[in-house]
């Protein structure tokens, strides 16, 4: 519920996934669901209709997702709850049904790549392996997980029901392994995971200075 530009950010991300059109929305709730309940409410005033899932005990990201498996019964896309991004959804989309894609991860590049999971790539775009925080020396590359993801229902069947699963560090490594087809989808597009106050307060000054392309031209 932070707000940027005056809106909590995932008032953000839902006009994100309406203007790709996508109304049906899940949020994942713990700490204060109220905060989030009375705000968005069922997702009338906000074009959509909102599915909410409240966790007693924290299950990851991708264990989460496996609580909603149920109404995740079609293909899906996943946001992270704390990443600001204008993201292009539908090309996201395109990748992924071009590829025949269990999952197709958005991926953005970075300067630091030891402050992020990098994704290295063959050829044709499909995911080779994953390097959490690899050091600059190890010329791994720089396209980072951007917390953003197009997948299909049946990857939730590699996921353990009610336990801690993460998709960067359990889910994806597992398809993987699996052989599933996944593919990466290369974003020049605003990303900014707000993990820090710094990166907060430099979310704001992005916004500001119009830098977010679709969200900044929405203010």
């Avoid at 010329?139 to 197009?150: F, R, S, T, V």
Wanted: aromatic fraction near 10%; charged fraction near 25%.
């Amino acid at each position: 519920m932070l707000p940027v530009g005056g809106r909590p950010i995932l008032e953000h991300s839902i006009e994100l996934l309406r203007e790709h059109g996508i109304e049906d929305v899940a949020i994942n709730v713990h700490y204060r669901p109220e905060a989030i309940v009375d705000y968005f409410g069922d997702g009338t005033d906000f074009g959509v209709t909102i599915t909410y899932s409240w966790e007693e005990r924290l299950l990851g990201s991708a264990g989460a997702a496996k609580r909603l498996q149920d109404f995740l019964d079609e293909t899906f896309v996943v946001i992270y709850g704390d990443v600001l991004t204008d993201a292009d959804l539908s090309e996201l989309a395109r990748v992924h049904s071009a590829q025949h894609a269990a999952a197709t991860l958005a991926l953005y590049e970075v300067e630091d790549p030891s402050r992020c999971g990098i994704v290295q790539l063959g050829p044709d775009g499909r995911v080779q392996r994953f390097v959490e925080k690899p050091r600059p020396e190890l010329g791994i590359g720089n396209l980072a997980n951007a917390g953003i993801y197009l997948l299909e229902p049946s990857v939730l069947d590699y996921v353990p029901s009610g336990e801690a699963f993460d998709f960067g560090y359990d889910l994806f490594p597992r398809l993987l392994g699996a052989g599933q087809p996944m593919y990466g989808c290369v974003t020049d597009r605003y990303v900014l995971d707000m993990g820090s106050p710094e990166r907060y307060a430099q979310a704001e000054a992005d916004y500001a200075a119009g830098l977010l392309g679709r969200i900044g031209a929405a203010a």
